[in-house]
C-alpha cells in the first residue's frame, strides 16, 4: 500500500454551524468515499468535547473534518484519536514546537491547549462505518477568552500561511492512517506514549472520589485510560478523571 491509497477532496465554506455536522449530514446524504475533508474559516457552533463549544476566530485557525471509513471494530475506535493525535503533534514539529497530548485527544505546548480533537462515529454491527475525525488548531489566533490556550503564532511569534498548515496536516494525517492501515498500531501507540502527558511520571488527578497522584501506565483496547495509584490500577473511561495542572495551584487542564 502506498500514500496514494487515500486523495483528499477538499469542501471549503466560509461559514458553517460545524464541519462535523456537515460531514455527518454528507455521510446521511451522499455515501461519500473517504478521504473527503471538510473545512471552513469560521464556525457558528463548533462543537467540542464533552457537549463544550469550540470557539475560533475567523480566518485565523484551522477547523476541519476528514472524512474516513477505516473498517475497524467499534470496541479499537480509539486508534484513530491516535493517528489524528500524532498528526498534529508531526505538523507542530515542523514549526519546531515539541507538543503533548493530554488523553484522550487535546495537544499542548507547556501547560496551553493549542488543539482539540473530535471524533464521531457512524456504527454498522460492530465495525465502524464511517469515522469524522474533527480538529482545531490555532494556527494565528493570539488572544483567546481562555486562559491556557495558546497557537503557533502565539508560540513561535511567527504569522503562518493557513494553507501550509493544512497542507502539513493531511499529509501527516495520511501518513499516520497508512501505518494504521499496514497494521503497525502497536508502534502508533508507543509513538502516542512517548508524548502523552504524565506517561510513567507522578502527576496530581481528580476523580469522583477527590484528588490523588498516580502514574500512568497507559491505555487499554477501548482507550480507557490506567492510572497506578498506590499499586493498584485504576482504569477509566474518557470525562471519568480530571488531570491537575500542578500540584500547588490545582488549576485543572480538563
Ligand atoms: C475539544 O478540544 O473539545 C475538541 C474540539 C474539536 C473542534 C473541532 S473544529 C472542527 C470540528 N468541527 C467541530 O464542530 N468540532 C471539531
Not at 154 to 164: Q, S
Amino acid at each position: 500500500m502506498s500514500l496514494n491509497f487515500l486523495n483528499f477532496e477538499i469542501i471549503r465554506f466560509d461559514v458553517l454551524d460545524s464541519t462535523n455536522n456537515y460531514a455527518a449530514n454528507l455521510i446521511k446524504a451522499s455515501n461519500p468515499e473517504e478521504g473527503v475533508v471538510i473545512l471552513t474559516n469560521w464556525q457558528s457552533a463548533g462543537k467540542g468535547q464533552r457537549g463544550n463549544v469550540w470557539q475560533a476566530n475567523a480566518s485565523e485557525n484551522l477547523t476541519l473534518s476528514v472524512i474516513l471509513k477505516p473498517e475497524i471494530r467499534v470496541r479499537n475506535s480509539f486508534q484513530l484519536n491516535v493517528v489524528m493525535s500524532l498528526a498534529v503533534l508531526d505538523t507542530l514539529k515542523e514549526f519546531g514546537l515539541d507538543a503533548i497530548i493530554k488523553w484522550p485527544n487535546d495537544i499542548y505546548v507547556g501547560n496551553e491547549k493549542i488543539a482539540g480533537i473530535l471524533i464521531e462515529n457512524s456504527i454498522s454491527g460492530d465495525r465502524i462505518k464511517y469515522s469524522i475525525l474533527g480538529l482545531g488548531l490555532n494556527v494565528n489566533q493570539i488572544s483567546f477568552h481562555q486562559v491556557n490556550a495558546t497557537s503557533i503564532a502565539k508560540c513561535t511569534g511567527k504569522n503562518i500561511e493557513l494553507k501550509a498548515v493544512e497542507e502539513l496536516i493531511l499529509n501527516h494525517l495520511k501518513r499516520s492512517y497508512l501505518r494504521l492501515k499496514m497494521g503497525q498500531y502497536a508502534t502508533l501507540k508507543n509513538e502516542y506514549y512517548r508524548n502523552m502527558l504524565g506517561f510513567q511520571e507522578i502527576r496530581s488527578y481528580e476523580d469522583v472520589s477527590g484528588i490523588f497522584d498516580g502514574v500512568i501506565l497507559g491505555f487499554d483496547e477501548q482507550g480507557n485510560l490506567k492510572i497506578n495509584v498506590n499499586q493498584t490500577v485504576r482504569t477509566y473511561a474518557f470525562k471519568e478523571v480530571k488531570f491537575l495542572f500542578n500540584s500547588q495551584n490545582s488549576s485543572s487542564i480538563d
